[in-house]
């Protein structure tokens, strides 16, 4: 399958993310370990190599499930007065879970909005010409330089 010419109905951010699929064509597997974002998509051959949302999905993930988590526990904790070792064994499975379970689709959102919005790490050229501007914008012609 040719990547570059074909045209994809691309699904949704979110759609593609909570899905854990490939962000251009919504059919490939996103990840090839839990994890682990897989090379390049195995039905449309996109490069995943921009992918990259390092810490914000376990940013996301901890604060949301983190929050939700305590605040239930703390009405819990409150309303019904359950004996400690009652609330270590509901609460501490809980986060472990709440974490582990939406991990995944979290960080293929965000990889999914990175593809929709072109986001990657920056990229600089030099013209170079180092000590004359550097890393500016060359405006003369390719012929004359
Ligand atoms: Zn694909």
């Known amino acids: 399958m040719e990547a570059s010419v074909a045209s994809y109905d691309s699904p949704s951010s ?4 909570l899905r854990c699929r490939c962000p251009r064509c919504g059919e490939g597997k996103l990840f090839s370990g839990f994890l682990t974002i897989a090379k390049s998509c195995d039905r449309c051959g996109l ?3 921009f992918a990259d949302p390092a810490d914000g999905p376990a940013f996301f993930v901890m604060s949301g499930v983190g929050i939700l988590v305590t605040a239930a526990w703390a009405w819990w904790a ?4 359950p004996p400690i070792w009652a609330q270590f064994a509901v609460v501490v499975p809980a986060l472990v ?13 965000l990889v999914a909005e990175q593809y929709a919005h072109k986001a ?8 170079g010409r180092h000590g004359e501007g550097g890393f500016t914008i060359d405006r003369r012609k390719a012929s004359d330089r």
């Open 14 to 17: 979110l759609s593609a993310g």
């Open 47 to 49: 490069d995943f190599s």
């Open 78 to 81: 409150v309303a019904a007065q």
């Open 97 to 109: 879970a709440g974490c582990l379970g939406t991990l995944r689709p979290v960080k293929s959102w």
């Open 120 to 127: 990657e790490e920056a990229r600089w050229s030099s013209t």
